[in-house]
């Protein structure tokens, strides 16, 4: 019982690379999202999407992009990193049409580093 | 639109006193409320949910919260601390239409011997 993977855990980039942090959920979830963590700032929302082909912006999507081709990937790309975007990432999933009351699952956390 | 506000970014609480961490939401539909736990370098788990079935939730490792329409509160509760319960703190919600989880900015829970 996989539940929400990330990968990578940790990675460093040099400012203007570009990378993407993947998420893969095996729960069948049609609800998948991304938040960065920093602190004094709790969890951010980047984006989100409610199933294959729909996706939607955050609070904090600008220097991001995703897109959703299946129910269960969900990657995050950082187009053009910069020191700002130097943050913990976590992927998160939950059902979405039955009940708003659903658990939302977190993936372990991709700490990013941006020099 | 909704948001929570979490008061107090550290509680310090002695080993055997009663826990209090404070949420305050704000949400134009009827709210789904979560209380997550962080401990240090991992992901979140969640504690307890509040989707209108009962006002009083009772969650894991012994701890609970209220939902107070009234005061729009969702405070997080527990009897006796542990010190195994240091860890960070976050409250959410969610609108009843699905879709985003918000956050409150968390409160980091430290526990004195």
């Known amino acids: 019982n996989a539940g929400v993977t990330q990968t990578p855990k940790f990675q460093v980039l040099k400012t203007g690379q570009s990378m993407t942090l993947q998420c893969a959920q095996d729960?069948?979830?049609?609800?998948m999202s991304w938040y960065r963590q920093d602190p004094g700032m709790g969890l951010r929302l980047i984006h989100y999407s409610v199933g294959a082909g729909i996706t939607d912006q955050g609070e904090v999507p600008n220097g991001y992009n995703v897109s959703r081709s299946t129910t269960e990937d969900f990657p995050l790309r950082l187009l053009s990193a910069a020191p700002s975007q130097t943050s913990v990432y976590f992927c998160a999933s939950s059902y979405y049409r039955q009940s708003s009351g659903n658990t939302i699952y977190f993936g372990e956390g991709s700490w990013l580093t941006v020099v | 639109a909704q948001s929570v506000t979490q008061l107090g970014s550290h509680v310090s609480v002695s080993e055997g006193a009663l826990v209090l961490l404070r949420c305050n939401y704000s949400s134009s539909v009827p709210p789904y409320l979560f209380w997550y736990v962080q401990y240090p370098n991992q992901g979140l788990q969640l504690l307890l949910k509040y989707t209108s079935a009962a006002t009083l939730v009772k969650g894991i490792n012994g701890f609970e919260a209220e939902f107070k329409k009234s005061e729009t509160s969702f405070h997080l509760t527990k009897p006796s601390a542990h010190m195994s319960d240091a860890a960070e703190y976050f409250c959410a919600v969610r609108g009843n239409q699905g879709g985003k989880l918000i956050f409150g900015q968390g409160t980091e829970l430290s526990v004195k011997p």
């Open positions: 729960m069948n979830h049609e609800y």
